[in-house]
C-alpha cells in the first residue's frame, strides 16, 4: 500500500484543538465508513525533561474507523521527523500508555532497538506495525496487544508491542515472531525480547532481562 504521509508535527494549535474537541465525535459513522474492531488513541510524548512525565504526555486524537485512522495518520508528523526524546503511543481507548495502567501492569512488552542506520526504514515499519495492530493482523495472538510504541533516541529507536499480559507463554511467543515477519527482521536476524513491565520497574541496573525471545 502506497501511503504519502503528511510531514506535519504535532503542533500546539493541533494539541490544544485535540484536547477541547474529539475528532472522532465530530466525524459520524455512516455506511461508508469502515468500523475498527476496537477503538483507538494516539498519544505524544513530548521531548520536554523540565516537566514531569505526565505533563509531557499528550492524547492527540481518537479514532475507531479506517477513516479516521489515516485522517490521523496523514496529520501527524513521522516517527523519523520527531525531536530526540519524543515517543508516539498508540493504545486501545480507554489503557493509559504507562505501566501503572492496571490493564498493562501484569503484561509486557515485545521490543526492538535499531540503530541510526536503521532510521530511514524507521517510518515504514511504524505503519506496518500500526496496520497490523489495528487491522487483526495478528489473529489470536491480537487479543493480548493493549498497544504499540515508537521511541526516538539520539542513537537508537525502540519499536514495542505491549501486551495485558504474558501467562500464555504460547501466544506470547506467536505474537513476537508475528510481529517480528511483519517488521521483516527475519532477513537480517535481529532479535525481538519480551520483557516484563514489573521486571522493568524493579531492575537495578541498565538493562531489563528478556523472558521471552524470538
Not at 171 to 199: M, R
Request: charged share 30%.
Amino acid at each position: 500500500m502506497a501511503v504519502e504521509s503528511s510531514s506535519v508535527a504535532p503542533s500546539e494549535e493541533f494539541v490544544e484543538s485535540s484536547q477541547t474537541t474529539s475528532p472522532v465525535d465530530a466525524l459520524t459513522n455512516s455506511e461508508d465508513r469502515h468500523p475498527l474492531q476496537d477503538s483507538w488513541s494516539l498519544w505524544y510524548l513530548t521531548a520536554d525533561k523540565t516537566k514531569d512525565w505526565d505533563d509531557r504526555l499528550i492524547k492527540l486524537m481518537t479514532f475507531d474507523t479506517v477513516e479516521d485512522f489515516w485522517a490521523c495518520y496523514h496529520h501527524v508528523q513521522l516517527p523519523s521527523k520527531l525531536q530526540m526524546g519524543s515517543d508516539y503511543m498508540l493504545f486501545k481507548d480507554g489503557i493509559q500508555p504507562k505501566w501503572e495502567d492496571e490493564r498493562n501492569r501484569d503484561g509486557g512488552k515485545w521490543a526492538i532497538e535499531t540503530d541510526k542506520k536503521y532510521r530511514p526504514h524507521l517510518d515504514g515499519t511504524w505503519l506496518e506495525t500500526l496496520l497490523a495492530v489495528i487491522g487483526e493482523g495478528f489473529g489470536d495472538a491480537g487479543k493480548l496487544v493493549n498497544g504499540v510504541v515508537v521511541q526516538i533516541r539520539r542513537k537508537v529507536d525502540r519499536l514495542q508491542i505491549w501486551t495485558a499480559s504474558f501467562d500464555d507463554q504460547e501466544l506470547t511467543l506467536s505474537l513476537g515472531k508475528q510481529y517480528k515477519k511483519v517488521l521483516k527482521f527475519e532477513e537480517n536476524h535481529k532479535c525481538l525480547q519480551y520483557q516484563s513491565h514489573k521486571d522493568s520497574i524493579s531492575k537495578t541496573g541498565s538493562t531489563t532481562r528478556a523472558r521471552f525471545r524470538v
